[in-house]
């Protein structure tokens, strides 16, 4: 049974950083596409940011480029999303999420249950 389990989240002041951790089980976690999405009240979830089976490809929203940062440790399993220099619109729920691999017809498949980032001004 994959289970994926987010922490991490919280409340900060703009311009401030959290860092959202993303625990994986049940899955072969080394051989897996990983990635962060948001939503935000009222918006479609989107994509933030992803991340190759062993960490030298990632992939950034432009909303977010330059100042998050996902990274992987496949011996701990563990998805990482360090987040600086915070936006009031970066506020939303942020899920962590799994696939079999980063090929582009291979869908995200198992998904966190989520965790709450609000990000004031």
């Known amino acids: 049974q994959v289970q994926l389990v987010e922490s991490g989240g919280g409340s900060v002041q703009a311009g401030g950083s959290l860092r959202l951790s993303c625990a994986a089980s049940?899955?072969?976690?080394?051989?897996?596409?990983m990635g962060w999405f948001r939503q935000a009240p009222g918006k479609e979830r989107e994509g933030v940011a992803g991340?190759?089976?062993?960490?030298?490809?990632?992939y950034y929203a432009d909303s977010v480029k330059g100042r998050f940062t996902i990274s992987r440790n496949n011996v701990r399993n563990t998805l990482t999303l360090q987040m600086n220099d915070l936006k009031p619109e970066d506020t939303a729920v942020y899920y962590c999420?799994?696939?079999?691999?980063?090929?582009?017809?291979?869908?995200?498949?198992?998904w966190g249950q989520g965790t709450q980032v609000t990000v004031s001004s």
């Open positions: 991340i190759s089976t062993g960490g030298a490809n990632t």
């Open positions: 999420a799994t696939r079999p691999s980063c090929a582009v017809r291979d869908q995200y498949n198992y």
């Open positions: 049940g899955v072969r976690y080394s051989s897996t596409c």
